[in-house]
């Protein structure tokens, strides 16, 4: 089956630097998406990618679908605290009955910020 | 709205037992899902259905069975748990958009189960 390497595993970053975080994948993806999840929470949507090349933006966040369709990558500016969670990449691709519910998740990335 | 609710929060079974975790949403999303999260190992798809009456397996489906009688509800059945089924459960569910493509995700809070 389809595969994302998410990367890095863990983050450990001083509050107010920046952090990337990045999925590849050796398949095609048409939509790119980035979760955060809170302690004891459920992921919750943060960006969302439909065109190869695009980039986002939501406040201090900001994501890009890379042009190959293969990777996305997810930076956060000026930490802050409340930013400690784990993030995921997700990939979504259209099946033969023209459905692209089904979604692939990378194994995610731990972030924690020291204050 | 509630959005998507799952019960119970927490969950203890024997080998061997049987039970049910429930699901529901309150938006009238055509698109369910179930997945299993395990340290390091992210959000795997267990079962999933694009409607009422319309199930499917995901990735990891051995050991669950699911319905889908209506709109609103997308139980997760375990028959007969084992210690390696012990996890985190996550539904979600999203709006199914014109050609079949689907809207944001939702997920609900989870169950965290553990069997012994």
């Known amino acids: 089956g389809q595969q994302l390497n998410q990367s890095p595993q863990s983050m450990f970053i001083q509050e107010g630097e920046d952090v990337s975080m990045n999925c590849t994948s050796s398949s095609i993806f048409n939509t790119w998406l980035w979760y955060k999840q809170d302690p004891g929470e459920g992921p919750v949507l943060l960006i969302a990618l439909y065109k190869a090349g695009e980039l986002t933006s939501n406040g201090r966040l900001t994501a890009q679908f890379g042009t190959t369709r293969k990777d996305s990558f997810l930076n956060i500016s000026a930490s802050i605290p409340s930013d400690v969670g784990i993030y995921f990449c997700?990939?979504?691709?259209?099946?033969?009955?023209?459905?692209?519910?089904?979604?692939?998740f990378g194994k995610g990335t731990l972030l924690t910020v020291n204050p | 709205n509630a959005g998507v609710t799952q019960t119970p929060k927490f969950q203890v079974l024997k080998t061997g037992q049987s039970m049910t975790l429930q699901c529901a949403q309150d938006?009238?999303?055509?698109?369910m899902s179930w997945y299993r999260q395990d340290p390091g190992m992210g959000l795997r798809l267990i079962h999933y259905s694009v409607g009422a009456g319309i199930t499917d397996q995901g990735e990891v489906p051995n050991g669950y069975n699911v319905s889908r009688s209506t709109t609103e509800d997308f139980p997760l059945r375990l028959l007969s748990a084992a210690p390696s089924q012990t996890s985190v459960y996550f539904c979600a569910s999203s709006l199914r958009l014109a050609g079949g493509r689907a809207d944001t995700q939702y997920f609900g809070p989870g169950t965290r189960l553990t069997v012994l």
């Open positions: 938006m009238n999303h055509e698109y």
């Open positions: 997700a990939g979504r691709t259209i099946d033969s009955g023209g459905s692209n519910y089904k979604l692939t």
